[in-house]
């Protein structure tokens, strides 16, 4: 009776949810964070002696300053939330959107979530730390839906007014890691995402580009990491010269560069 009693119980928390096994885990690493959180700073000397802790009654929780966007590279929404819940993947992110607008909101925005990878942008290198990641369910070589673009803009609403986040931090994948990423893909709508206050875009009707106009260093000022011209080229024009792949900069380019670099 007893077993058969234990069966019923497992089985049906198995029924409840597929991820339970994963919110379990969720909830117990929280829970050793917020043991941590708790814990009363000391007070050492210059000799590193233990003196009296004096709290400060002054503090809020750090937030994330900045917005990473990403294509998935997998076929179909589920797979993207089961490798964010096995642990020997090492991956995650905040939020998943799949393609019919569904978000799945993964992790608490406080919390630092691995999607960002060996990245740089500007001088910033650990941008899991500042950042929130955001996936969005696709191939990699296909195009967004029109409700997953609709569910990340209230979504980005929501977070450039909760965290205060500026206007030229919500940047792709392929931005901070150049060498590495394609993510995301040229049909991501980064022009129209900029026209709702989420990244920069530029504007070269009667731009003049002066004649000592340094390209790559107007690339690094904007963010780019550009040890590697050809790769930091080839982000700049995922990004903003969607049609255009040549690691080169045209005239054209120039003028892009040229204004958009004036915006950060
Ligand atoms: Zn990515």
């Known amino acids: 009776m007893v077993i058969l009693l234990f069966i019923v119980v497992i089985s049906n928390s198995c029924s409840t949810s ?37 709290g400060t009654t002054n503090f809020g929780m750090r937030k994330p300053n900045f ?26 992110a905040h939020y998943v959107i799949c393609k019919d607008g569904t978000i799945h909101h993964m992790l608490n925005d406080y919390l630092r979530a691995w999607h960002a990878g060996n990245s740089k942008w500007g001088n910033l290198t650990d941008v ?51 060498k590495r990423k394609v993510d995301p893909n040229k049909y991501f709508p980064w022009q129209l995402l900029a026209q709702n206050g989420f990244g920069n875009w530029y504007d070269t009707t009667n731009v003049k580009v002066p004649d000592n106009f340094n390209a790559m260093q107007s690339l690094r000022i904007i963010g780019y990491d550009t040890k590697d011209s050809a790769a930091a080229i080839k ?18 380019d120039k003028k ?9």
């Open 128 to 178: 899991n730390s500042s950042s929130i990641g955001i996936e969005l369910d696709n191939n990699g070589f296909e195009s967004f839906t029109e409700p997953q673009i609709n569910s990340l803009l209230v979504l980005l609403k929501k977070l450039k007014r909760d965290n205060n986040i500026p206007t030229a931090n919500f940047i792709g994948h392929s931005d901070i890691a150049p």
């Open 235 to 252: 982000a700049f024009k995922l990004h903003f010269v969607q049609q255009d792949s040549i690691p080169r900069i045209s005239e054209g």
């Open 67 to 92: 917005v990473i966007i990403h294509h998935t590279a997998q076929n179909a929404c589920d797979s993207t939330l089961r490798t964010f819940t096995l642990t020997r993947t090492q991956v995650s």
């Open 256 to 264: 892009i560069i040229y204004d958009l670099s004036k915006k950060y």
């Open 18 to 54: 597929k991820y339970a096994a994963s919110n379990k885990a969720y909830k117990k690493q929280t829970k050793a964070f917020a043991k941590e959180l708790r814990k009363q700073p000391g007070a050492v000397d210059s000799a590193m002696n233990a003196g009296e802790w004096v």
